[in-house]
């Protein structure tokens, strides 16, 4: 087993563990939160790159990465809005199985934020070590 493997085995059960005592409201909404972060920043991340490209005069190499983070912050940030309302709707709506559920959602959330880091570190294209991973294939095949 990697390096990156265990440490990512272990940060996956921490977070599986955190959102079993959180509970479904918690947890449920900082993944979706999380999801539609990932999902903005993969869909405006050429655009946003090749704007700061020719804004800043930065490679891609450098304005790639700082997009991608860029976009996720701004979606993280404007999400943050709507936390009473879906956590108050998750909570009703899974009450009987909180723990649970929040265990299994937490854990996914650890997951995409591993595979995340790795796929940002992955952007640099400096870092060779990633492919001999398991996480780090992961990361490779959902870039591509």
């Not at 809005?81 to 854990?107: D, I």
């Not at 492919?131 to 294939?137: K, L, Q, T």
């Amino acid at each position: 087993m990697h390096v990156l493997d265990a440490i990512s085995a272990a940060y996956i059960a921490w977070g599986a563990w955190r959102g079993h005592v959180n509970g479904v409201a918690r947890e449920g909404f900082r993944l979706f939160r999380l999801g539609i972060a990932l999902a903005a920043g993969r869909s405006l991340f050429g655009l946003v790159r090749d704007g700061l490209g020719e804004a800043l005069a930065l490679g891609a190499d450098v304005s790639g990465p700082l997009g991608f983070v860029a976009i996720m912050g701004c979606t993280w940030y404007l999400l943050s809005n709507l936390r009473r309302m879906v956590e108050s709707w998750l909570g009703t709506r899974f009450s009987q199985h909180a723990a649970m559920v929040g265990a299994v959602a937490g854990g996914l959330r650890a997951s995409l934020i591993v595979i995340t880091i790795v796929g940002i570190a992955g952007l640099t294209r400096g870092v060779g070590a990633l492919s001999e991973s398991f996480v780090g294939r992961v990361a490779t095949w959902l870039e591509q």
